[in-house]
T-cell receptor, first 116, second 111 residues
């Protein structure tokens, strides 16, 4: 029973390129959350998705960032025209229901994005 | 900000000692969770305490919650070198879809 799978583990992009981060939730989980962690900081919420629906994107920057969770396949966090300030660890979490009530989140190991 | 705040930011203790970390938050919550993060890794869920609970135990972990003071504490008893990690509290507010994480306590257990 694999946990939350994120890939790649490490991603290096030059300024202006696109970064595409993937997250496969735990089996049976239909709720996916993306968080960003800047160095020496806690996790900041970005977006909450269910299959084919963005439920809450209040933490997403208005430009260059987008997320999807298609009917088939992993959830994708896409960052267009990356800048140095996008360098961070991006974590995906999944839960079997909204808010992870009573369960807690199951986190992936994260994707560490470095923009050079 | 609804974000939790952990205290202290960093803690260094000898193996075998107890470690206590505190978390304060600002809004009413459904539950509060504690997570551990080893350097360069993802977060591991440790324990969840609901707003109607005051204390919870799991192995060497003891969590307390005081909703009147909007604070929680995590106690790790008989610490081990393997407990070295960052510890985060996360609050689940009554509204919204997200959890709010604090900035974490960095714990170092010296063998």
């Amino acid at each position: 029973n694999a946990g939350v799978m994120q890939n790649p583990r490490h991603l290096v992009r030059r300024r202006g390129q696109e970064a595409r981060l993937r997250c496969s939730p735990m089996k049976g989980h239909s709720h996916v959350y993306w968080y960003r962690q800047l160095p020496e900081e806690g996790l900041k919420f970005m977006v909450y998705l269910q299959k084919e629906n963005i439920i809450d994107e209040s933490g997403m920057p208005k430009e260059r960032f987008s997320a999807e969770f298609p009917k088939e396949g992993p959830s994708i966090l896409r960052i267009q025209q990356v800048v140095r300030g996008d360098s961070a660890a991006y974590f995906c979490a999944s839960s079997p229901e909204q808010g992870a009530a009573g369960y807690g989140y199951t986190f992936g190991s994260g994707t560490r994005l470095t923009v050079v | 900000s609804q974000q939790g705040e952990e205290d202290p930011q960093a803690l260094s203790i000898q193996e075998g000692e107890n470690a206590t970390m505190n978390c304060s938050y600002k809004t009413s919550i459904n539950n509060l969770q504690w997570y551990r993060q080893n350097s360069g890794r993802g977060l591991v869920h440790l324990i969840l305490i609901r707003s109607n609970e005051r204390e919870k135990h799991s192995g060497r972990l003891r969590v307390t919650l005081d909703t009147s003071k909007k604070s929680s504490s995590l106690l790790i008893t008989a610490s081990r070198a393997a407990d070295t990690a960052s510890y985060f509290c996360a609050t689940d507010p009554n509204t919204g879809n997200q959890f709010y994480f604090g900035t974490g306590t960095s714990l170092t257990v010296i063998p």
